[in-house]
């Protein structure tokens, strides 16, 4: 069967997951905005890749967009965040927020974490983590803004092991490779 990774990515978390789970996968991995109509259509099956930013994924309006043209696929979604595995409630919330309620039933979802560099980030980002650092000091609520990169490529495994079952390959057809 035939499956595409489709990733939209700002500062690189979510695209070096994508590069992962290309190699590991051995099928092409495709940047949102440079995706044709003929690739998705001709994919038996499809991983989604986007980050999530102030509650919303990054990818958010273009799977509003190709609803039709994913509802008869089976989907794997894989967002990168922030937000901690054990907040499991505001993880969903996630994908009820984001993710078409007509694909929802055929989509398999993963939360990877990711990172966030200071220096590397947009001023209207710089801008934002500030404000929303404030507004929880204000209302009494710890926010940790400090500086972390959890992107790893050991986080894919469970990924990589889902669509293995799904595809009938064999364990040894997907491999992560040793760094």
Known sequence: MKGIIIYRSKYGATSQYAAW???????????????????????GYVILGSPIYMGKLLMRKWLQRQEAALA??????????????????????????NVPPGIRSNCRCFFFPGKIIYRQLSLADKMKVKT????????????DVSEFNNVDEAHIQELVQDIARFTGASGGKFMIQAS
């Open 132 to 143: 929303g650092s404030l507004l929880a000091r204000l209302m009494h609520k710890k926010l």
């Open 72 to 97: 008869g696929k089976q989907l794997f979604l894989y967002l990168v965040t922030a937000t901690k595995p054990d907040k499991v409630e505001k993880l969903q919330g996630y994908i009820r927020l």
């Open 21 to 43: 789970l290309s190699a590991a996968l051995n099928i092409p991995a495709v940047a949102q905005q440079q995706l044709s109509r003929d690739q998705l259509a001709s994919a």
